[in-house]
DNA sequence: TACATAAATAACAATATGGTTATATGGTTT
DNA sequence: AAACCATATAACCATATTGTTATTTATGTA
């Protein structure tokens, strides 16, 4: 497995199906606004929901969508659940988009296969 | 609206519904290999479907989908339709993620309507 | 213990996604 | 013109997503 260092963190290259899955769980404005309200400060569900259109259970599978893909982490605190971003991990995915995998040799075999079109 | 400058490419910092649709697009494995491929070089749509398990017209919807997000452009050549990766807009998803929205007046309006939970 | 609050889960509905096969469209070649 | 090849679109199906309301689980308090 190739290992890359980038911003001080060690990242291994995921796979597409990994990439695919961390993406499908930023890919929702309501889990994006909430990443953002996470970077200001730690919030619990109980804060979220007012400032959103939609119900607390609504809220409550975003943030697990998010938990899931390590996005964020949860502390409990009395009978409150706190959520924090994982900056690493959004760092890691945009690493990843910005160092998708070298694909040359998939192109190689598809020209010793002669299914290259040549076009001028 | 606010405009960054990043990679020396002028972005303005887009909605969450933007983001999303363009993070949407790009969370697929197949749409992502996609993308690697032609990063490599333009390819047309027939030299693509042997890289891949599935049909011509599943194909032609991906590259689809990525040219709606403009993550790829198409140039007919011929009888084929060569599609480029679009660096410019990966550059751009990417920032986003980095740079997403100051959401700190929310809180605050939160904490003017005495809904901020208040936890030691 | 009983009750209140926070959060998660269950069951469900509407819509989106990603595949299929069949067919239409656009351009090339004979 | 006719046949051929590449690509796009249509119609369809199975599954995933995203919301709902009702209920359960976990914790704190009277």
Redesign the pocket.
Known sequence: MVIWFWCGVIITTMEFEKI?DIL?AL?????LKILSLLRVRDC??????PIF?????????????L?TAELVR?T???????YSINEKRLEEIGYALFHLPDLSEDLRELEQQGLT?ICE
Not at 44 to 49: F, G, H, P, Q, S
Not at 76 to 82: P, S, T
């Open positions: 695919a499908k890919a929702d404005p309501t889990r619990c569900v109980c804060e979220l929901v259109n939609i119900s607390q259970p609504a809220i409550s599978k975003h943030v697990s969508r938990k949860e409990r605190k009395g009978q409150w659940v706190f079109v």
